[in-house]
Every structure is written in structure tokens, then in C-alpha cells.
């Protein structure tokens, strides 16, 4: 009569010690649910062209979304391989649900002819956005076929890369100036300055020396090679940067018709 009541109180405590963990594992659940884990705001820092929601987008992140669904590593892996901006990129979870967010953006610095627009290129030739010329005062690559323009996407030539080197080594007061660099079919250089002077670079070695040589002052601190060619209405032939000289009446190469993106056509995204 006595073992009854012991077997009954017995069994009822495994009901009670897993409703207790069910209990924790509700509550730990609710608790993860709460607005502390689901995010609240983006912290962007070290970005001059992205906004937090491009970020949102290229992560596949929606407001209020459950950090614990989102690890941080694999939100920088969607920002680096989703976002053509970002070339590197450091991200963490703070309390309250913030979302840290350092990046290294790509700096463009030329533009390729896409039909009636301008792909923004990188100095690795990535094509970061689509834009109107007056959007960039960037260095115009004319001779370089450009057969879509997709952001994100590559553009290999044989030639551009020659041509990129140039486009960044050239100053902002340089820029002002110039209306393009030309590529002829050979990858010989030329930059094309309003005025118009020509500074020829001829082949892609030592781009570093021509530019310092059309730029630099006279010893006498007086004009730079550029200003003098445009004041006497010559070019300038800088293949030998040790010993550049004006030429009235160089020719420069002009691209193939064909290489260009055409006027009629639709521009890629």
C-alpha cells in the first residue's frame, strides 16, 4: 500500500524537470527574439559612395533581422563579393543591435565609353558604376572596346592596363584639363590636353617619369612643360622622359570606330 504513492511522485519528476527545460528553452528563444539581437541600424564608416542600404542589399540583410541568423564573417563576405565598392572590409555586432561596418572602397580612376554613358573604372579595371561625364572629372580611355558594362565585372584588355597606370598617376590639377587619353592599337599612349596639346607617352614603361617630366617646373621655378607646349602651340613627345621635346603637328592614332560602345545602343547595369 506504502510503494504507491513513492512511484507515483517519482515519475512525475522527469515531467517536471523537462518542462522546466522547455520553460529555459522558450525563454532563451523569446530572449533572442527580443529587439537587442535584431538589428537596428548600420554604422558605415570609411565610405564616400555607399550608403548603409546598399549594404542591407548586398549582405541580404533586411531591417530587424536576427543577428544570430547573420554571423558577421559571412556579412563581409557578401559585402566584398556582392558590393563592386568594396575592396575590404571589417564588420562586427555591437549591443542593440547595431551593425559595424569599416570598409576600403576602390577609388575610380578613369572612365571607358559605354554607349551614351561612362563605365567608372578602378585601377584594376573594375567597373564600379555606370555614370554621366559630368558626374567624375576622370581621365576619358578612348581605344578600348568596352563590350558590356556590368558593374562588379572585370574588363580585360590587353591594353588597358597601361592606360589605367597613367590615369591614376596623373594629379587632380592635370585632370582639369585634360579631355582624353588615347589608346592606339598598338597600346602606345597619348594625352590629350584642350587647347589642344598632345603629350605623347608612347609605350607604357616609365609612366612615372613622363608624367613627372610634363609636369614638373623649370628649374627656375618657372613654367611646366605643359604650359609652355600650350603657350607655343606644340606638343609634346615624352617617349624619352630623360629628354622631352616640342613637336609642332604630332599625329596621335585614332581608335577604330568600332571600339567604342555605340551611340544607339542601351546601356548594361
Given at each position: 500500500m506504502q510503494g504507491g504513492?513513492?512511484?507515483?511522485?517519482?515519475?512525475s519528476l522527469p515531467l517536471a524537470v523537462s518542462a522546466l527545460a522547455?520553460?529555459?528553452?522558450?525563454t532563451g528563444y523569446a530572449l533572442a527574439?527580443?529587439?537587442?539581437?535584431?538589428?537596428?541600424?548600420?554604422?558605415?564608416?570609411?565610405?564616400?559612395?555607399?550608403?548603409?542600404?546598399?549594404?542591407?542589399?548586398?549582405?541580404?540583410?533586411?531591417?530587424?533581422?536576427?543577428r544570430w541568423r547573420h554571423p558577421a564573417e559571412r556579412i563581409r563576405r557578401r559585402l566584398i563579393e556582392g558590393e563592386p565598392w568594396v575592396r575590404d572590409a571589417r564588420v562586427s555586432?555591437?549591443?542593440?543591435?547595431?551593425?559595424r561596418v569599416e570598409v576600403t572602397e576602390r577609388t575610380p580612376v578613369a572612365l571607358l565609353p559605354y554607349y551614351n554613358l561612362y563605365a567608372v573604372l578602378d585601377a584594376d579595371g573594375v567597373i564600379l558604376?555606370?555614370?554621366?561625364?559630368?558626374?567624375?572629372?576622370?581621365?576619358?580611355?578612348?581605344?578600348?572596346?568596352?563590350?558590356?558594362?556590368?558593374r562588379g565585372e572585370q574588363v580585360r584588355h590587353p591594353h588597358l592596363a597601361g592606360a589605367l597606370e597613367a590615369a591614376e598617376?596623373?594629379?587632380?590639377?592635370?585632370?582639369?584639363?585634360?579631355?582624353?587619353?588615347a589608346v592606339s592599337p598598338q597600346g602606345d599612349l597619348s594625352l590629350i590636353f584642350r587647347g589642344?596639346?598632345?603629350?605623347?607617352?608612347g609605350p607604357p614603361t616609365s609612366l612615372r617619369e613622363k608624367v613627372l617630366a610634363l609636369l614638373a617646373t623649370g628649374p627656375d621655378g618657372g613654367r611646366t612643360l605643359l604650359e609652355e607646349a600650350r603657350l607655343t602651340g606644340h606638343n609634346v613627345d615624352l617617349r624619352n622622359p630623360a629628354r622631352?621635346?616640342?613637336?609642332?603637328?604630332?599625329?596621335?592614332?585614332?581608335?577604330?570606330?568600332?571600339?567604342?560602345?555605340?551611340?544607339?545602343?542601351?546601356?548594361g547595369t
Open positions: 504513492p513513492r512511484a507515483g511522485a517519482s515519475g522547455l520553460l529555459v528553452l522558450l527574439q527580443a529587439p537587442p539581437y535584431r538589428l537596428q541600424r548600420v554604422d558605415l564608416v570609411g565610405a564616400a559612395h555607399l550608403r548603409p542600404e546598399d549594404v542591407l542589399v548586398a549582405a541580404g540583410l533586411e531591417p530587424g533581422a536576427l555586432w555591437l549591443p542593440g543591435g547595431i551593425l558604376r555606370l555614370a554621366r561625364l559630368d558626374e567624375y572629372r576622370l581621365p576619358v580611355i578612348t581605344g578600348i572596346p568596352l563590350p558590356r558594362g556590368l598617376l596623373l594629379p587632380e590639377a592635370a585632370l582639369a584639363d585634360l579631355s582624353e587619353l589642344p596639346v598632345v603629350a605623347i607617352l622631352p621635346t616640342l613637336s609642332p603637328g604630332a599625329a596621335v592614332p585614332a581608335p577604330d570606330a568600332g571600339e567604342a560602345g555605340g551611340a544607339d545602343g542601351a546601356a
